[in-house]
């Protein structure tokens, strides 16, 4: 299944993609599509539910974050070989985990706003997953069954507050609009093995991203097992994982975004973002 949330910022509401790619709004089975939306037992509910029976929803309607209510926004550093590479950073023994602000989140193809002052907004495209199930000391090989579905990020980054301002990595990475999720979450048993999936991104029509999970240090399953050692995962939060080669930071000189410029990238099974980078309003 391919589930989102779609209508205005803060009153989406819950829709499935049909066969045809068509939304089909759901509000009238459930109220959103959050944690409890996504437990196993009710996604099996949903299942049995034939999308042409469900009333069509406008076509061009605004896309939001396809998970409602996320407690917990967990990204994982550096973990692609040849991204650590890029950016002369030691390859990993272990995952590198910090935090995204949920209020970073925003829909796939809303605009990014770049913070007054900014001038290192960088870009990468991610796959990130939604858990579905609590983990908590979970073991590797039962770890995917805690996921619900996966999804795109685009772990907008700051590096100037990231790299050279004292601190975690999070002041780089939480200004609001900098984790446009979507368009879909995809349910695992329709993506399949989400270490065979490829990603890109261009920026102003130029590839600047291309790479593929199959280069990721740390699988999803090791990532949900390994994060679950130190805090417990519950249903609705968003595990981001890493960027593959390719961003502003790693070219020679660096390059990074500005007002106008316009970023469009995707995943394999999991659709298409894009985003247009415009300056906070006064």
């Given amino acids: ?51 042409a029976t469900l009333p069509l929803v406008p076509e061009g309607v605004r896309l ?81 069954s805690c996921v619900a579905g996966y999804t795109i990020l685009n ?34 048993d329709e993506l399949g093995d989400p270490q065979q999936l490829d990603l890109w991104l261009d920026l102003n029509g130029r590839r600047e991203q291309t790479g593929t999970t199959t280069r990721m240090i740390f699988t999803c399953a090791h990532i949900v097992s390994y994060a679950s050692r130190f805090m417990k995962l519950e249903p609705g939060d968003i595990i981001t994982t890493g960027t593959p080669p390719g961003v502003g930071l790693g070219r020679k000189p660096p390059v990074f975004m500005k007002a106008g410029d316009t970023m469009r990238l995707g995943i394999t099974g999991l659709g298409e973002q894009q985003q247009t980078i415009r300056p906070r309003e006064a």
């Fill in 64 to 144: 939001g974050v396809p998970v409602a209510r996320v407690g917990n926004l967990v990204c994982i550093g550096l973990n692609y070989t040849d991204h650590a590479e890029e950016t002369n950073a030691p390859i990993p023994s272990q995952p590198i985990i910090f935090n995204k602000h949920t209020g970073a989140l925003s829909g796939p193809n809303d605009d990014v706003i770049l913070p007054p002052g900014s001038t290192k907004l960088d870009w990468e495209v991610e796959l990130a997953f939604v858990m579905g199930r609590t983990a908590w000391h979970v073991d590797e090989a039962d770890a995917l």
């Fill in 1 to 51: 299944m391919k589930l989102v949330r779609y209508g205005a910022a803060g009153s989406e509401k819950p829709g499935i993609v049909d066969a045809d790619g068509r939304v089909r709004d759901l509000s009238g089975t459930v109220r959103d599509i959050d944690g409890e939306t996504l437990s196993p037992e009710s996604l099996d509910r949903l299942r049995a539910i034939d999308p």
């Fill in 155 to 188: 772990d907008l980054s700051e590096r100037e507050y990231q790299l050279e301002w004292e601190g975690q990595w999070a002041k780089g990475k939480s200004y609001p609009t900098f984790a446009p999720v979507g368009p879909w979450l995809v349910t695992g």
